[in-house]
């Protein structure tokens, strides 16, 4: 058995990763679940490195795809079940975060040119989530080490990169849309913004109350067991 001390989820997406699924992990999926059923949409993991953010949120993936087509999963609870089987496909959209806009790192996601605008960029991914509804599709787009771009939009034009996500936040929030934004990072969301004004943090923290915090920690005791059972 080969392992990792980190996964990268574009370039691993495809990979067979031998992930052991934990009592924590099923509470995170499953509150995310509940909570999308509730219409809520956007979500923040927040742990520190190493904690497996990354690796969860790929099993997440594929449990998902796997209830799609009717085949065996692992992470995702049967009280679900019957709900995701609502949906004929799942469209992943998977983004790794830097130091850098995060208009731009999804423009090159969704293959749109350096020069396209903000908002044309949202105007494709809401053309994309569009197509994959009429397809039957839930589309869940994830971004992975979010602080990188946390902290490139504290320092260049905050506020046109706050009312980005703002923007990016409420179209995938809204309820008649079958879609889910999962954010990774290391620490709070507010973190980020101890070098902005006072209103400058006052419209950061109105665009962090668009997503539901979820803190992604294994208790002493689960590592303990992983520890004793390997």
């Not at 099923?26 to 995310?32: L, Q």
């Not at 709070?188 to 943090?201: I, P």
């Amino acid at each position: 058995m080969k392992y990792s001390r980190s996964v990268n989820r574009e370039r691993d997406f495809d990979k067979s990763i031998n992930y052991i699924v934990t009592a924590n992990s099923k509470k995170v999926a499953s509150t995310i679940l509940a909570s999308f059923q509730q219409g809520i949409h956007s979500f923040t993991l927040i742990g520190s490195y190493g904690t497996g953010k990354s690796s969860f949120i790929l099993e997440f993936y594929k449990s998902l795809k796997a209830i799609a087509v009717g085949t065996e999963q692992t992470l995702i609870s049967q009280e679900f079940i019957s709900y995701l089987e609502e949906f004929k496909r799942i469209e992943t959209i998977s983004l790794v975060g830097g130091y850098s806009s995060l208009s731009s790192i999804l423009a090159g996601k969704l293959d749109l040119s350096s020069e396209t605008t903000a908002d044309e960029v949202l105007l494709k991914l809401k053309s994309v989530i569009k197509s994959n509804r009429q397809k039957g599709a839930l589309t869940v787009l994830s971004i992975d080490e979010f602080g990188k771009t946390l902290e490139y939009a504290s320092n260049n034009q905050p506020e046109e990169e706050m009312y980005f996500l703002q923007q990016l936040s409420e179209l995938i929030n809204d309820v008649d849309t079958p879609s889910i934004l999962i954010t990774t990072l290391h620490q709070s969301f507010e973190a980020y913004s101890n070098n902005l004004s006072y209103l400058q943090r006052q419209e950061w923290t109105k665009v962090k109350g668009r997503f539901l915090d979820i803190v992604f920690l294994e208790p002493v005791e689960q590592l303990l067991n992983l520890t004793a059972r390997r």
